[in-house]
């Protein structure tokens, strides 16, 4: 069916950016974004296409950045070792003692400021990319995008704001302060710990007789890995960002159409948006806008801090078969609209079938959110009921 446009404009709130390297960047992303014309004409396809294109491009120089990285770092080492000699340091008040090279140290420092600064750069044109082949910025003046525009920014520069705080949702409210640090602290170390296990295995396999020269270069494949899934992180970010637009805006008018009188689904709205916040665990700008648009849209004022009723679930299995569905479309939406369903929305979605709040299947859902993903929307999905449509529905 024809895709629908919300006759509603989100008011703009004011974003600064936070140093001088982000505004360096938001100049750099102007110019980049200025000097490209945008085609909102392109079809599904072709913007799939181009898309995949630019994500295979920067995933491949990212990875070629880590691993010219440590190359760089390691081989002069190798070939002119009298410029690396190291001095025994005591450590105070232990027996042990430590070599420090400064002038290693030092170089160190150089090449990973170089890596950043081009892996920046490359983020920054990924973004851009991306923007234009969504039509941004739009037929109106720059300046007026500039909010838009530093939100893209931050999340291309992976430092994007936990927005929820603005509305009052936290992610982790179900959470125990053990289990909130525990995650924490896989995302901190996962990079160090895999590098170290890496080398763990190379002594191991290659026994006594393991180089340093091997054992040093085996970090090559780790840190070319974790260049490009960073990379890969940030462009999924900003692609699903941008796909967002048009998804919120239209759920957002066929919710309003169906429910703007309606107190029983009003009601739960901010509850529908926090147990989706607190079933994925996670943030994402997608979550932000989403949740943002619908509070705007039924005029709910958004709270310094919101708190799930206790007996959310169960109002929502006692509630009338219509509110019952629509609020059901709108947690399987909130939980997709991210590009993926992850294990715990798996396990949520059951949930939800078996209190029969949502009857449809699984094959349905995930059917939708591929063709969502691949540039079409969910709109069988929210103007049909599941008994009516069926995963071979044409978008």
């Known amino acids: 069916m024809p895709k629908k446009k919300a006759n509603i404009t989100l008011?703009?709130?004011?974003?600064?950016?936070?140093?001088?390297?982000?505004?360096?960047?938001?100049?750099?992303?102007?110019?980049?974004t200025q000097g490209h014309k945008s085609d909102v004409r392109l079809s599904p396809?072709?913007?799939?296409?181009?898309?995949?294109?630019?994500?295979?491009?920067?995933?491949?120089?990212?990875?070629?950045?880590?691993?010219?990285?440590?190359?760089?770092?390691?081989?002069?080492?190798?070939?002119?070792?009298?410029?690396?000699?190291?001095?025994?340091?005591?450590?105070?008040?232990?027996?042990?003692?430590?070599?420090?090279?400064?002038?290693e140290f030092f170089y160190g420092i150089v090449l990973v400021a170089i890596e950043i600064y081009l892996l920046t750069l490359l983020d920054i044109k990924a973004v851009s990319?991306?923007?234009?082949?969504?039509?941004?910025?739009?037929?109106?003046?720059?300046?007026?995008?500039?909010?838009?525009?530093?939100?893209?920014?931050?999340?291309?520069?992976?430092?994007?704001?936990?927005?929820?705080?603005?509305?009052?949702?936290?992610?982790?409210q179900k959470m125990s302060k053990a289990g909130?640090?525990?995650?924490?602290?896989?995302?901190?170390?996962?990079?160090?710990?895999?590098?170290?296990?890496?080398?763990?295995?190379?002594?191991?396999?290659?026994?006594?007789?393991?180089?340093?020269?091997?054992?040093?270069?085996?970090?090559?494949?780790?840190?070319?890995?974790?260049?490009?899934?960073?990379?890969?992180?940030?462009?999924?970010?900003?692609?699903?960002?941008?796909?967002?637009d048009d998804m919120m805006r239209t759920s957002g008018l066929l919710f309003y159409q169906r429910f703007s009188h309606n107190g029983e689904f009003k009601s739960l709205i901010y509850d529908s948006l926090e147990y989706i916040a607190i079933t994925k665990k996670t943030y994402h700008a997608t979550d932000y806008i989403y949740a943002k648009h619908l509070l705007t849209m039924f005029g709910i004022p958004p709270k310094a801090e919101h708190q799930i009723s206790e007996n959310y679930f169960e109002k929502l299995v006692a509630a009338s078969?219509?509110?019952?569905?629509?609020?059901?479309?709108?947690?399987?939406?909130?939980?997709?609209?991210?590009?993926?369903?992850?294990?715990?929305?798996?396990?949520?979605?059951?949930?939800?079938?078996e209190a029969g709040v949502i009857d449809y299947n699984f094959e349905q859902i995930a059917h939708s959110t591929r063709l969502?993903?691949?540039?079409?929307?969910?709109?069988?999905?929210?103007t049909t009921n599941s008994k009516q449509w069926t995963v071979n529905s044409e978008q």
Do not use: C
């Not at 008011?11 to 980049?32: E, V, W």
């Not at 120089?61 to 070792?81: D, H, K, N, R």
């Not at 003046?141 to 525009?149: H, I, L, S």
């Not at 078969?321 to 369903?341: H, S, T």
């Open 321 to 353: 078969p219509d509110v019952r569905e629509g609020i059901g479309q709108l947690l399987i939406i909130g939980f997709v609209i991210d590009g993926k369903i992850g294990t715990l929305e798996h396990r949520i979605i059951h949930k939800l079938q």
């Open 180 to 244: 909130m640090f525990a995650l924490l602290l896989f995302f901190r170390f996962k990079a160090f710990a895999s590098n170290f296990v890496f080398r763990i295995l190379v002594k191991r396999i290659l026994g006594r007789f393991a180089l340093r020269e091997v054992v040093d270069l085996a970090a090559v494949p780790i840190y070319a890995f974790w260049n490009a899934y960073a990379s890969a992180v940030v462009f999924r970010k900003i692609k699903m960002r941008m796909m967002t």
């Open 45 to 103: 396809r072709e913007r799939s296409q181009r898309l995949d294109a630019l994500r295979r491009r920067t995933i491949l120089l990212s990875a070629l950045y880590g691993a010219l990285g440590v190359l760089l770092l390691y081989i002069p080492q190798y070939m002119f070792p009298e410029f690396f000699k190291g001095k025994d340091f005591a450590i105070p008040f232990t027996k042990f003692s430590v070599e420090i090279s400064w002038t």
């Open 11 to 32: 008011r703009k709130f004011p974003q600064n950016l936070g140093d001088f390297t982000d505004d360096a960047a938001f100049a750099y992303f102007k110019r980049l």
């Open 372 to 382: 969502y993903v691949s540039g079409h929307g969910f709109y069988d999905f929210l």
């Open 129 to 172: 990319g991306v923007a234009v082949l969504f039509g941004f910025p739009p037929d109106q003046p720059f300046d007026a995008m500039d909010t838009e525009g530093k939100e893209l920014i931050y999340i291309g520069l992976g430092k994007e704001k936990k927005k929820f705080s603005e509305i009052g949702i936290n992610p982790f």
